[in-house]
């Protein structure tokens, strides 16, 4: 059948609302949808949208049984990786059961590939639920790497009273504990020292030789008209400067996302201090910080990563009231990265 993929207007998003609904109930959690087309109609299509969507639109002789020609979409949003640099999220992928087996999911897939090329971005990444065989198999044939399995990433949320109670202990301007610091947002000039510190954390988690981001690339990224990602780092008094003399000894780096059943979220793609600054407050003051400027912009949750074997911090965020939802739904994390991102984009239909 005849179909073509475009851009999203402000006028699909009813079509898009009914689909997210239909999607929910095939993932059997349709009570989690607490979204509206008039909430994707502002969030989507204002000056800084939270995302972008993709559709498929099939000819009207072609409509479905119930008079629609939208027939599927992909909503999508730019992440940033402290290890690789831009990239893209498919948050949701979707195509109604009576147009499936024409392509149109592939298409859609590829086209946010393609998208997501023209914006330099290394790597597609997207989430999909452990018991949904044919979207994993669907995946893995076009070249998917499941870091669940490989890598043993969880997925991990804060939302709700977890949320609030990160808000409500969002630290002051300066801290007081067994050293005087402040959280403040990151400069153009912090780079170098995030750039350092994005190296000791991939030490820590064993990756070193994956790290191909400098300091020049978080400038870039970070300080343009419309930036990938935003960044706190913490910072100590020349008194308590580290050993190596260093004032800026932890960072938190976020950017926002977005979810089809709640609307705006944040996600905190690194929290690191310094070994030698640890037991101050310092992690907890950063994410919370964080926290708070999400909350400023309506957000409703706060997610993150974490490995598997890294038990120190799945029970610090435990303890914040972090939920880990690897466990609790069986998400798991799925990567298009190198020649398995390169297909995408080759794959992508012509307009």
């Known amino acids: 059948m005849n179909y073509k993929i475009r851009a999203a207007g402000k006028e699909d998003c009813k079509d898009v609302a009914r689909m997210i609904m239909e999607l929910a109930v095939f993932e059997k959690m349709p009570d989690q949808v607490q979204i509206s087309h008039e909430e994707l109609e502002r969030d989507g299509f204002c000056q800084n949208p939270f995302f972008e969507c993709l559709v498929a ?7 479905s049984k119930d008079g629609h020609t939208v027939v599927g979409y992909g909503l999508y949003f730019y992440t940033y990786s402290t290890w690789k640099g831009r990239s893209v999220y498919l948050e949701d992928l979707y195509v109604m059961p009576e147009f499936r087996g024409n392509g149109i999911g592939k298409g859609l897939m590829c086209k946010v590939a393609k998208v997501a090329a023209e914006k330099q971005c290394v790597r597609l990444q997207l989430a999909v639920l452990d018991w949904n065989s044919p979207a994993r ?5 076009k070249g998917a790497k499941d870091l669940t399995d490989s890598e043993g990433w969880h997925f991990i949320r804060f939302d709700g009273l977890s949320l609030d109670n990160l808000v409500k202990d969002a630290p002051k301007d300066y801290c007081h504990w067994e050293m005087k610091y402040i959280i ?4 153009k000039e912090d780079c170098r020292d995030v750039a350092r510190m994005i190296m000791e954390l991939a030490v820590f988690l064993k990756d070193p030789d994956q790290v191909k981001i400098s300091h020049e690339e978080l400038e870039r990224d970070g300080f343009c008209e419309n930036p990938f990602f935003e960044c706190l780092v913490a910072e100590v008094s020349d008194e308590h400067r580290s050993k190596d003399g260093h004032t800026v000894v932890g960072y938190g780096l976020y950017f926002y996302t977005y979810s089809t059943w709640k609307g705006r979220s944040v996600y905190l793609e690194d929290l690191y201090v310094m070994s030698e600054f ?11 910080k964080v926290a ?3 909350a400023e912009k309506q957000c409703v949750r706060l997610q993150l990563a974490v490995l598997d074997w890294n038990s120190s911090a799945r029970d610090f965020y435990a303890a914040k009231g972090a939920e880990d939802h690897t466990d609790s739904e069986g998400l798991r994390f799925l990567r298009f990265a190198g020649l398995s991102f ?3 984009v080759k794959d992508a239909p012509k307009d």
Do not use: T, W
Request: positive net charge; glycine residues 12%; contains cysteine.
């Open 57 to 63: 639109e099939v000819s009207d002789e072609h409509r």
């Open 137 to 141: 198999d669907f995946y893995a044939v």
């Open 184 to 187: 403040r947002a990151a400069k």
């Open 278 to 288: 640890r037991g101050n407050g310092i992690g907890k003051g950063l994410m919370c």
């Open 292 to 294: 708070k400027v999400a």
């Open 342 to 344: 390169d297909n995408l």
